[in-house]
């Protein structure tokens, strides 16, 4: 699964060829959740308050990059790294 950004011990990764809805994958400690990129809405997993309100707020910050990226993966390019959170 490449990895497009990691910040405070959290993970953000998509699968290439991955189904529709365009959304993209967070990792915390054993926690992972996919949400859709959006609207933030959770398609399955778990993850901390903390963490999912940190992936919240970078996920609003980058929804376009996200886009962007999920385009590249259907298609198999190479995924573009995304700022981590500060």
């Given amino acids: 699964m490449p990895e497009v950004s990691r910040f405070f ?3 953000i990764a998509m699968y290439y060829n991955d189904h529709s809805p365009p ?3 967070a990792k915390h400690g054993g926690d992972q959740v996919s ?3 959006d ?8 993850l901390s308050i903390r963490a ?8 609003s910050l980058h929804k376009a990059e996200l ?3 999920w385009t590249r993966a259907q298609a198999r390019q190479s ?8």
């Fill in 35 to 37: 949400l859709l990129i």
């Fill in 52 to 59: 999912l309100r940190l992936v919240e707020e970078w996920r």
């Fill in 39 to 46: 609207n933030g809405e959770i398609l399955e997993g778990t």
């Fill in 79 to 86: 995924l573009n790294k995304i700022e981590p959170l500060e």
């Fill in 23 to 25: 959304h993209f994958h």
């Fill in 9 to 11: 011990g959290i993970i």
């Fill in 67 to 69: 886009l962007e990226d």
